[in-house]
Structures are given as C-alpha cells and as structure tokens.
C-alpha cells in the first residue's frame, strides 16, 4: 500500500546537478538529432522549408522500425512534459480543464495506473498481432504510458507519496535519462543505416527472390 505524506517543501529539481547534467544530456541528444540533418539539408544548398519536407518524406519513406522509434521518442517527450505540467497545475488550482486528481474512496489513483495500463495494452497487442505496420502507431501510447509511469518512478521505488518531495526528484532524473537514450537510439539508427550505405555492399536483388 502506497502511503500519502503531508506536503513538505518542495526542493526545485533544477538545483540539482544530476538533475541538471541528465536535462544537459536529453537536450544535447534530442537536439543531435535535429542538427545532424538540418546540417546534411543545408550541405545541399535546401532552408528550412525544404528541412521540414525531408523530414515528411524522409519519416514517409523510412523503415516501420525507425518510424516506431521515432514515434516512441516523440510520445514519450511530450508525454512526461505534458504530465509535469499537468501535474502542477492541478497542484496549484486543483483542476488543470478536465483532469483532476483522480479518488477511489479514499484512495488517490496515482498517474502511473494509467500509464502502466497504456504501456501494457500497446506493447501486448504489438506482440499478439505480429503485424509489424501496427508498431509505429502502437509506439505512441506505449511512449505516453511510459513516460506516465516513470514519472512516477520514485514513488513505485520507496511505496510512498514522495512525488512532491526532495525524494521526488529520482523520478524527473529517470525520465530525463530515459529522454537522452530514446534520443541517442534514434540518432544512432540514423548514423548506423547511413554507415551502413556507406561501408556495405548493396545486396544482389537474387538475395530478395524467393
């Protein structure tokens, strides 16, 4: 059973230096990505809005597996975002539009049920399909639930309400740590198929038939 502590002071997660090395890391890697091929657009004489069609075209014709990856970074980004405001907002005024603090009872339903509920349905039915198209949609609620979760993630460690506390911070450095990687996965997908183009030879089409 999860115990519920009274509210003590808040420490600011941003006066921590692991805090603030790990946020140093999730921007530096989401940013690589951006800036690896807003380099390769402009080495080619494109601007910016020839950036933004390479990448509408670029995720059209991408494999399903960078697609999911992709999406998965994407959803979890805005997800743990869109959580901690939320979050703070219902804080300070109660309601943040129509989200609230959900109570059973007398028991406080803690965001990372939904989220542990999302992430389970997504990946479940992503493994009972076998339909690898189903990935790169099902990746987005699996990226929001995770990002529900680990939010959460000091609570579900210590089984107490800590999630306003000094303790609290594990939980934003989890997620900011698990920000850097699914950023660093992406970008090393990118540099990874491009040294392979670079350095492999290209299949024979006999290998393809059947």
Do not use: C, K
């Amino acid at each position: 059973m999860i115990r519920r502590r009274r509210r003590g002071p808040v420490r600011r997660a941003a006066n921590d230096p692991l805090t603030r090395l790990l946020a140093a890391a999730a921007l530096a890697s989401t940013g690589a990505v951006v800036a690896v091929e807003a380099r390769r657009v402009r080495r080619r004489g494109g601007d910016a809005l020839q950036a933004v069609e390479v990448a509408v075209e670029g995720y059209r014709t991408g494999t399903m597996r960078e697609n999911a990856l992709l999406n998965l970074l994407l959803s979890f980004n805005v997800g743990w975002a869109s959580t901690r405001l939320t979050t703070t907002v219902i804080r300070r005024r109660g309601t943040f539009g129509p989200f609230r603090n959900a109570v059973v009872g007398r028991t406080h339903v803690h965001h990372f049920v939904p989220g542990i509920t999302l992430a389970f349905v997504a990946g479940g039915v992503s493994i009972v399909s076998r339909n690898p198209a189903l990935d790169p949609l099902l990746a987005v609620p699996f990226g929001i639930g995770a990002a529900m979760t680990l939010d959460e993630s000091a609570l579900l460690l210590r089984l107490d309400d800590v999630y306003w506390t000094e303790d609290g911070i594990l939980s934003v450095q989890i997620s900011l740590a698990s920000v850097a990687l699914f950023s660093a996965l992406v970008l090393a997908v990118r540099v990874l198929r491009r040294g392979e183009r670079e350095v492999l030879p290209e299949e024979p089409e006999a290998a393809f038939r059947p």
